[in-house]
C-alpha cells in the first residue's frame, strides 16, 4: 500500500510540474492564431512580459522608448546553465572583441541577435518572432534546448513600434471580414506614408552607424555593449518575390573576412535545407549587397559579426492573403512560416558552429588591433570648426570608435580637400584616430576616401566619407601616429568677461550656432548678421556671424547678459563679448552691411505628392535638432491657406501639382521665401515667372554618332541602365561665400549627388552652388550622368519683387547624417532674403 502511495504521489509530483513548465502558444495568449489576423503592438509586448513569468530562461528588458513612448524591447534566451550568467557572458565577449583589456574565460557561447520589423509595414516579422520565442523557451522542444546549450538568443520583436502600428492601425479596420486577396481592393494601400518608416518618416534599416533617431540611438547603445557573433535583419519585399536569405550580392566590401563570407553560406545552406523539405521558393546571391555602412546586416558585419538579411516576399501590400502575378495566395502565415523557418536555422546553424564562430570573432578583433587593414593607420580631423568637431566626436564614440587629440609630431598623408598627398602638422584640437582600435573595420569604412566597388549594380550610395559629410578638412596617413590627449582640450562657451558690453558675437559656421539663433529668436531676442567678415577683439569672425546687441534688447533688463550667455552655453557655442561698436576690419555695427534677423513663421509642405522621407528630414530638422516652430500643411490644403501669414514656405522632394502657382507668386513678391528642394525644383524648370531651366545637353554631330548604339545585348540589361546611374556620389561644390546661402563656408561644398539632374545658370539670379568640370570626387557614377554632371547650378537664388526663391536641387539634410548641408539649409531657411 505504502508502494502504490508513493509511485501515486510521484506520477502526481510529475503531473504538476509538467503543468508548471507549461507555456501559452502565442495562439492561447491572444485568443487566434498567428496569421489570422496583425497582433497590436501592445499584446506583443503583454505576450513577451507574459513569458517572463512562465519560464525562468527569458531575460527581458525595456532598452527605452520610441518618440510616441511605446517601449522597445529585448528578450534574451538562454539555458538554465546560461540564463544567471548573462552578464558574465556579455563581459566576456567584450574581452574576445578586446573592448576590454582583461583576458576571456573560455566556453563562451555564441551569440545570436534577431532583429524584426525595423520597417514598420513589413510586419510579418514580429508576428514570426511570437513563434521564435516560444520554440526556443518550450521545454518540451529538445532540438531548441540543445542549441541553447551553447547559444544565447537576444530576439529584438519590433525595431520600429510606431511605424507598425501606423501600418496595423490601417489595416485592420479596412480588411474584409474574410480577407479579400485581390489585389486592388483597398486593403492592399496604404494611405501616405506608410508604415515603413519611423514617426519622422525616417528609414532606419539606414540609420545603424549615423544614429541619428531616437530608436536607433537606444538600440545601438545596447548593441555594442553585446556585439554578437551573427545578427540577422528580417524584412519583406515585393509580393511577387519569394523569399531571399544570405549569401548576399556582389558588391561586397573587401574588408569583408573570409570567414563572414563562407558562414553566410554555411548558414545559408541550412536555410536552403528547410525550404527544400518544404518546397519553397527562394533566391540567394542576388540585388541585395553588402557595401553600404548603415544597414542592419553591414553594420554588424563592420563590427565583427556574420550579418544578413532576410527577405519575405510581401509588405505593406500583402495584407492577410493576396494573389500574386503567377496567381497563388500569399497568406499571411505563410508568411510566418518561412521567417519562423529561418530564425530557428539561423539558431541552429550557429549552435552546430560555435566553437568555430566564437574564434573567428576573437580573430576578427585581433587582426584589427594589431593589423588594422587598409592603407592608412591614422586618421587626422583639422580641430578649426570646434562644433562641428564635437558633433563628429558624438557620432564616433556613439559606434564605439575611439578617438583622441594632438600628436607629439606631425605627418604626411592624403588630403581630402585637395586630393593629393602633403605634409602637415598635428594641432593640439585636432581628432586624432588611430586604427590600431577594435573598431578599425569600421572606422576606415566610415573614413576611406574612396570605396571599392566590385559592381556597380548596387543598391544604396556608394560614398559617404566622413570628412565630406561634415566638411571638416582631414588627412589620412600610413604612420601611426600617438594621440596627447583623449579629451578635447576645453574652450570655454561663455563670453569674455566684458562690462557692459555692446554687443555679444557668436561666429556663424556650424548647426550648433543655428540652435543658438533659434533660441534666441524663440526667447524674442533681437538679432544681426554682418555680410561680410569683420575682425574685432584680435578674433575673425564669418560673413553671417550673429550680432546680438544690447540696442533694441533694452527690455530684458539687467539680466540680458545672462540670457545670451545661458542660450550659448546650452547651444555649445563660444561667444565674443565687445565693448564697442567700432570693429578693428571690416563693417562696423551700425552699418549698413549689418542686416536684422526677422524671426520667421516657416510652413512645410507633407501630403501624399512630398517625399515621406524628405519631408521626415525637414520635421525632424526642425523639431528635435534646432527646435524651432513648424507648421505643417498638406499640398491638397494650401489653395484654403492665408499664405501672407507666414515667411517661409518649404517645398520638400516630391512631385507636386502646381508649386509655383500664381497664388505662389504672389505671394513670392510680396515678400515671401520659397524654399524648393530635389523634384520640387524640377517642376519649377521651365515655368512661367522663374529663371530656372534644365541644362541641355550638347547635341552629337553626326560623326560623333554610333549607327549601332541601339544594338544591345538582353542579358546586360542592368547594366545598361547603370550607365545612367548615380545611386550616390560626392561632388565639389564652389560656393559663393558672400552669398548669404553660402555664409560659415570656406568657398565650396561637399555635395552628395543622388541624380544627374544640373541646371543652367540663373541669367537673373545668383548662382551661388555650381559644379563646374572635374568636380567629381567619389562615389560611382554611370558614365552618362557623369557627362551631365559638369557646369551647371545645384544652387541658387532667384529674387522676385520683393521676395525670392531657394533652389537645393540636392539633398543637404540627407539622412540627417551630412551634417555639413545643415548650414547651407539654414543659410536658405534664416539668412536669404533680408
Given amino acids: 500500500m505504502n508502494k502504490f502511495l508513493t509511485i501515486l504521489f510521484l506520477i502526481c509530483t510529475e503531473c504538476l510540474t509538467l503543468k508548471a513548465q507549461k507555456i ?14 496583425f497582433t497590436p503592438h501592445h499584446r506583443v509586448v503583454d505576450y513577451y512580459r507574459y513569458l517572463t513569468t512562465a519560464s525562468s530562461n527569458i531575460k527581458l528588458n525595456e532598452y527605452g522608448k520610441t518618440n510616441e513612448g511605446r517601449p522597445l524591447l529585448l528578450a534574451t534566451v538562454a539555458s538554465a ?29 555564441a551569440i545570436v541577435w534577431l532583429s524584426y520589423n525595423v520597417h514598420g509595414n513589413e510586419a510579418v516579422s514580429t508576428e514570426a518572432s511570437l513563434q521564435t520565442i516560444y520554440d526556443l523557451l518550450d521545454p518540451s522542444n529538445q532540438r531548441s ?34 480577407p479579400d486577396a485581390f489585389p486592388s481592393s483597398r486593403e492592399h494601400f496604404e494611405p501616405w506614408p506608410g508604415g515603413r518608416a519611423n514617426h519622422y518618416y525616417f528609414d532606419l534599416n539606414r540609420d545603424w552607424a549615423w544614429q541619428s533617431q531616437v530608436e536607433t540611438q537606444q538600440r545601438m547603445l545596447v548593441y555594442n555593449k553585446w556585439l554578437p557573433q551573427v545578427h540577422v535583419d528580417f524584412h519583406e519585399q515585393g509580393v511577387n518575390e519569394p523569399y531571399y536569405f544570405a549569401p548576399a550580392a556582389e558588391p561586397y566590401h573587401q574588408d569583408i573576412s573570409k570567414w563572414q563570407r563562407e558562414f553566410q553560406t554555411i548558414i545559408g545552406k541550412n536555410n536552403a535545407r528547410y525550404f527544400d523539405k518544404n518546397g519553397w521558393m527562394y533566391f540567394t546571391r542576388e540585388r541585395f549587397d553588402l557595401l ?123 588630403n581630402y580637400f585637395t586630393g593629393k598627398k602633403e605634409n602637415f602638422k598635428v594641432e593640439k584640437n585636432d581628432m586624432v584616430i588611430s586604427a590600431y582600435q577594435p573598431k578599425s ?66 561666429n556663424w559656421n556650424s548647426l550648433s550656432d543655428v540652435k543658438f539663433l533659434a533660441q534666441l529668436l524663440k526667447y524674442n531676442i ?28 533694452d527690455g530684458f533688463g539687467e539680466g540680458f547678459g545672462q540670457i545670451i550667455k545661458s542660450l550659448a552655453a546650452s547651444s555649445g557655442i563660444t561667444l565674443q563679448a565687445i565693448a564697442s561698436a567700432y570693429v578693428d576690419k571690416g563693417a562696423d555695427l551700425g ?19 512630398s517625399s515621406s522621407l524628405s519631408f521626415g528630414e525637414v520635421w525632424h530638422f526642425f523639431e528635435q535638432q534646432i527646435k524651432y516652430p513648424l507648421s505643417v500643411v498638406r499640398a491638397e490644403d494650401l489653395q484654403r491657406v492665408n499664405l501672407n501669414e507666414f515667411d517661409v514656405i518649404i517645398f520638400p522632394d516630391g512631385n507636386y501639382s502646381d508649386p509655383g502657382n500664381e497664388k505662389i507668386q504672389q505671394w513670392i513678391r510680396g515678400g515671401g521665401k520659397l524654399i524648393v528642394m530635389e523634384g520640387a525644383v524640377s517642376q519649377l524648370a521651365g515655368k512661367k515667372g522663374f529663371d ?62 543622388l541624380d544627374d539632374k544640373v541646371y543652367q545658370y540663373l541669367s537673373s539670379g545668383w548662382n551661388v552652388g555650381v559644379l563646374k568640370k572635374d568636380n567629381y570626387v567619389t562615389g560611382f557614377v554611370g558614365a552618362q550622368a557623369k557627362k551631365k554632371l559638369v557646369d551647371g547650378m545645384l544652387f541658387g537664388v532667384e529674387d522676385i519683387g520683393s521676395g525670392s526663391v531657394v533652389y537645393l536641387a540636392d539633398d543637404p539634410l540627407f539622412r540627417s547624417f551630412w551634417e555639413n548641408g545643415k548650414l547651407l539649409f539654414s543659410n536658405a531657411v534664416f539668412m536669404v532674403g533680408h
Fill in 24 to 37: 501559452q502558444t502565442p495562439a492561447e495568449f491572444l485568443g487566434y492564431k498567428l496569421g489570422e489576423q
Fill in 292 to 414: 553600404y555602412p548603415s544597414y542592419g546586416d553591414t553594420y554588424p558585419i563592420y563590427n565583427g559579426s556574420v550579418g544578413m538579411t532576410y527577405e519575405q516576399g510581401g509588405s505593406g501590400r500583402a495584407g492577410l492573403a493576396i494573389v500574386n502575378s503567377e496567381g497563388d495566395t500569399l497568406t499571411l502565415k505563410a508568411r510566418i512560416d518561412h521567417h519562423y523557418t529561418t530564425g530557428l536555422s539561423t539558431v541552429e546553424a550557429v549552435s552546430q558552429n560555435a566553437s568555430k564562430a566564437i574564434a573567428e570573432f576573437k580573430s576578427y578583433f585581433d587582426a584589427s588591433k594589431t593589423n588594422p587593414p587598409g592603407e592608412y593607420k591614422t586618421y587626422v580631423i583639422k580641430g578649426e570648426n570646434t562644433e562641428k568637431l564635437k558633433a563628429l566626436s558624438t557620432m564616433l564614440q556613439r559606434n564605439g570608435i575611439e578617438v583622441g587629440y594632438g600628436s607629439a609630431k606631425g605627418a604626411s598623408g592624403f
Fill in 81 to 109: 546553465e546560461n540564463i544567471g550568467k548573462l552578464e558574465d557572458i556579455r563581459k566576456n565577449n567584450l574581452r574576445l572583441a578586446g573592448i576590454s583589456n582583461e583576458i576571456p574565460t573560455p566556453g563562451q557561447p
Fill in 145 to 178: 534546448q540543445l542549441w541553447l546549450k551553447n547559444t544565447v538568443v537576444i530576439l529584438d520583436p519590433c525595431l520600429n513600434p510606431d511605424g507598425r502600428e501606423r501600418y496595423v492601425n490601417f489595416y485592420n479596420p479596412v480588411r474584409n471580414l474574410v
Fill in 591 to 609: 552699418s549698413d552691411k549689418v542686416r536684422f534677423i526677422r524671426k520667421p513663421r516657416i510652413m512645410a509642405i507633407t501630403g501624399e505628392s
Fill in 441 to 506: 573595420v569600421l572606422l576606415k569604412v566610415l573614413f576611406e576616401p574612396k570605396t571599392f566597388v566590385s559592381d556597380s549594380a548596387t543598391y544604396d550610395i556608394t560614398a559617404w566619407s566622413l570628412p565630406y559629410a561634415f566638411g571638416l578638412p582631414a588627412y589620412a596617413t600610413s604612420e601611426n601616429l600617438k594621440s596627447l590627449s583623449a579629451v578635447l582640450p576645453e574652450v570655454t562657451a561663455e563670453a569674455t568677461e566684458i562690462s557692459n558690453p555692446v554687443a555679444y558675437i557668436a
Fill in 526 to 553: 533681437k538679432v544681426r548678421y554682418s555680410e561680410v567678415p569683420f575682425e574685432t577683439g584680435g578674433k575673425r569672425f564669418n560673413a553671417g556671424s550673429l550680432i546680438i546687441a544690447r540696442t533694441s534688447n
Fill in 692 to 753: 530656372l531651366k534644365y541644362k541641355e545637353e550638347p547635341k552629337k554631330n553626326e560623326k560623333d554618332l554610333n549607327p549601332y548604339e541601339d544594338l544591345k545585348i538582353y542579358e546586360n540589361r542592368e547594366r545598361e541602365r547603370v550607365g545612367a546611374n548615380i545611386p550616390g556620389a560626392i561632388y565639389k561644390v564652389d560656393l559663393d561665400s558672400t552669398h548669404p546661402l553660402g555664409f560659415g563656408f570656406p568657398g565650396y561644398y561637399y555635395t552628395l549627388k
